[in-house]
């Protein structure tokens, strides 16, 4: 803001320049013989003595034009300070916003419990108070939804879970218990490497339990659970992902995935 201030004050300057021009070409014109530079800056300083009428016709010539060069400079003035001002509003407005901003993205990072505590644990000398649901970042999640969940240190890919349980302990954060769903590269093979399938779709259901922040939560998703003997649903009309097999992360092995399996 301090350059444009100066920049305006140059051009005050520059336009009161012009105007002082114009008025000694006026002067120099009409007068030829009787003006000298000095003079337009005090017309009252020795002018034309022996001529007196050219003298006062001189001042009426140059007063109309001076009071147009002060006019000229107090609205120029004006039009700097204005622009200032605005300038430093606006700016003010800017870090109000980034002051909102900032505000937003906290209320955004709290995963906050809904409704009230449904039972009341303790876990080794650290008291659980459990919800039914929470929400975060605009969205609702309660128990038995099935989730994606942000992909752990080193994976592209986002896990997936089906919430079994919501607590928090003291004033930490909410925290969410989710029984896994393992992706075929995910699970790994007793003999070594991992399983493979044909279907992007495919899941491998488990009874593993991963506690995690309740802000690791991204979004609901549609998981299709079919035990042996059941159609697969249609990959247009019931788009989601599908779980025929249970892996068995102790041992690392697989098999058809059963009714008991469903109600873990």
């Known amino acids: 803001m301090g350059v444009f201030a100066r920049d305006d004050r140059k051009n005050t300057i520059t336009k009161e320049t012009m105007v002082g021009i114009r008025v000694s070409d006026k002067i120099r014109r009409d007068f030829p013989d009787s003006i000298t530079t000095s003079t337009i800056s005090s017309p009252n300083n020795s002018l034309d003595h022996e001529n007196p009428n ?10 109309p034009l001076n009071h147009q060069l002060h006019q000229q400079i107090r609205r120029d003035s004006s039009v700097c300070v204005d622009s200032v001002v605005d300038d430093v509003e606006e700016d003010g407005e800017d870090c109000n916003d980034d002051d909102d901003d900032d505000e937003d993205d906290e209320s955004v990072n709290d995963a906050e419990p809904i409704g009230d505590v ?8 650290s008291k659980r108070n459990h919800f039914r649901a929470f929400r975060f970042d605009g969205n609702v999640f309660q128990l038995e939804d099935t989730v994606l969940v942000a992909p752990e240190e080193g994976k592209v890919k986002p896990s997936v879970a089906v919430i079994k349980d919501i607590f928090q302990v003291g004033s930490d954060s909410l ?7 393992y992706r075929p590269e995910e699970a790994e093979k007793k003999e070594g490497g991992t399983w493979q399938t044909s279907d992007a779709r495919e899941l491998f259901y488990s009874s593993y339990l991963d506690e995690l922040d309740a802000f690791n939560v991204m979004h609901k998703c549609v998981i299709h659970l079919v035990p042996v003997g059941k159609t697969l649903p249609d ?3 019931q788009p989601g992902f599908i779980v025929q097999k249970f892996y068995d992360f102790g041992t690392k092995t697989i098999r058809n995935l059963t009714k008991r399996d469903c109600d873990l």
């Open 54 to 63: 050219k003298k006062m016709k001189l001042l009426h010539e140059i007063e």
């Open 235 to 237: 990959r247009k009309q």
């Open 175 to 181: 925290m969410v218990c989710g029984r896994r769903f």
């Open 118 to 125: 449904v039972r009341v644990s303790d876990d080794g000398g």
